[in-house]
């Protein structure tokens, strides 16, 4: 399977607690996208690497939010000190990062429950 | 601001009945991108259309059309003779053509088809 994948599938949590997720794109893929998805929404972008390079970061990633991508393969995002409010579906997605816009891949999400 | 419009939140047909999934955008953009995906069940999201807003051309895919109109700024999907396994939730997206060209989704649209 060369899609994008992601590591856990689930995570339940108690609130105050420190979670790490992981996504490995698609390997020729230079963009990678972290996104949020609450119940009954769209998902909602929440950074965006280029590469190594974290170049956006949106306003609802806040300082309890930490996204790396080493060496511009694997993607992680932490939550520190978690809240009932970060319970979501965290997808990740890669694209190609051409001349053009290119279609973004998705991973199958990371449903976080925080209680 | 880029805003993505489906005012649609449910539809329900009947197997073989034809349906079309409004979508309206905003955005100051003269350049940008248009999208659809499919969310099933199983919750990855999967990429169905691109389209860029030099291209107004309707593009038809198998049972599949995408009706696209800068001058109402809409991007209609159309779903022909329509079954069962197309039931889903369908999200149209924005992006703009530089920078981290994110996804800005709709609120999607849930489409049931009933047997």
């Known amino acids: 399977d060369t899609g994008v994948s992601q590591d856990p599938r689930h995570k339940i949590t108690k609130r105050g607690q420190n979670v790490t997720f992981r996504c490995d794109p698609i390997?020729?893929?230079?963009?990678l996208y972290w996104y949020r998805q609450t119940l009954g929404q769209g998902p909602e972008f929440l950074t965006y690497f280029q590469n190594e390079a974290q170049l956006e970061k949106s306003r609802l990633l806040s300082d309890r939010f930490s996204a790396e991508r080493p060496k511009g393969s694997f993607s992680t995002l932490e939550i520190q000190r978690t809240e009932q409010g970060d319970s979501a579906m965290y997808l990740c997605a890669s694209s190609l990062g051409g001349t053009s816009v290119d279609e973004q891949y998705f991973g199958p999400g990371t449903r976080l429950t925080v209680t | 601001a880029q805003k993505v419009t489906q005012a649609q939140t449910e539809i329900s047909v009947v197997e073989k009945e034809d349906v079309t999934l409004d979508c309206v955008y905003e955005?100051?953009?003269?350049?940008?991108?248009l999208f659809w995906y499919k969310q099933p069940p199983s919750g990855e999201l999967v990429f169905l259309i691109r389209?860029?807003?030099?291209?107004?051309q309707n593009e038809i895919s198998g049972r599949y059309s995408w009706n696209f109109q800068k001058s109402t700024s809409s991007f209609n999907f159309t779903i022909t003779a329509s079954q069962v396994v197309d039931s889903a939730v369908y999200f149209c997206a924005l992006s703009e053509a530089q920078g981290a060209q994110k996804l800005v989704f709709g609120q999607g649209t849930r489409l049931t088809i009933n047997p």
């Open positions: 389209r860029n807003s030099f291209d107004e």
């Open positions: 390997s020729e893929h230079n963009r």
């Open positions: 955005t100051r953009d003269t350049t940008y991108y």
